[in-house]
């Protein structure tokens, strides 16, 4: 069943500033282009001691990315839930009470203001403990309720990044397979590129040649030249 994204609103939950492009960058581009509302929670941000050229980026800096991002992309909004190096990278010693609460009820974008159609997080299985954090959280805050007094958004996707294949335990492939065409893609390799803190060149998990390459297996597991992979923790017509 193919998705008429020009109807949804999207929730895009991304631990850190790039995680939204790295994950879903191409499904983003495409939404837009059909029409769709995107909002981007981010949940933290600090500085960071990068094994990159540069070799450190302040907050400060990551925070004009997001803004150039948004303009690429043109999101409809973007919130930062937690900013600042008490939380950065340390999102696994807040409590999951605390983070299901943002995204739940406490954020501007939260599932209760937003009440967005669909929402997609990352996936649970990351090595990285900011993104397990995130992940876990946003499965408390979209628990299965009543409906009628609590909203459920209709489709409830974990995005993949490349990064994530380093993982102890086999995962399932993607449930589903977003095609992208090349404007797509190449919305989402020139925002990674905006994120120049962050942008590695080849071979890296975040560089433009690994970006291309995942985007094309996916597409061959779908019959087309280019795909997002998806995990569907929810969907209901």
Not at 192 to 206: D, F, I, K, L, V
């Amino acid at each position: 069943m193919k998705t008429d994204w020009s109807q949804e609103r999207i929730l895009v939950l991304a631990p850190h500033p790039d995680d939204e492009t790295l994950g879903c960058g191409g499904l983003i581009s495409k939404a837009k282009d059909a029409g769709a509302e995107v909002f981007v929670q981010f949940m933290t941000v600090g500085d960071t001691a990068d094994l990159s050229p540069k070799g450190y980026s302040t907050a400060e800096e990551r925070f004009a990315e997001i803004k150039q991002v948004r303009d690429h992309f043109h999101w409809d909004d973007w919130h930062m839930a937690l900013p600042g190096d008490e939380y950065h990278l340390r999102l696994d010693l807040v409590g999951r009470h605390r983070l299901a609460q943002v995204i739940e009820h406490e954020s501007p974008l939260s599932v209760a203001r937003l009440r967005p159609t669909v929402v997609i997080a990352p996936h649970h299985t990351s090595y990285n403990q900011d993104h397990r954090a995130v992940a876990e959280a946003a499965h408390t805050a979209l628990r299965p309720s009543n409906a009628s007094l609590r909203h459920h958004p209709r489709l409830v996707l974990a995005y993949e990044e490349a990064a994530d294949q380093w993982r102890a335990d086999a995962v399932a492939p993607p449930s589903l397979l977003v095609e992208l065409d090349e404007g797509a893609l190449a919305a989402k390799l020139d925002a990674m590129a905006t994120y120049g803190s962050q942008n590695h060149p080849h071979p890296h998990t975040r560089s433009a040649t690994t970006l291309r390459a995942l985007a094309v297996l996916r597409g061959m597991q779908a019959g087309v030249a280019l795909a997002e992979g998806f995990h569907v923790l929810r969907q209901h017509a």
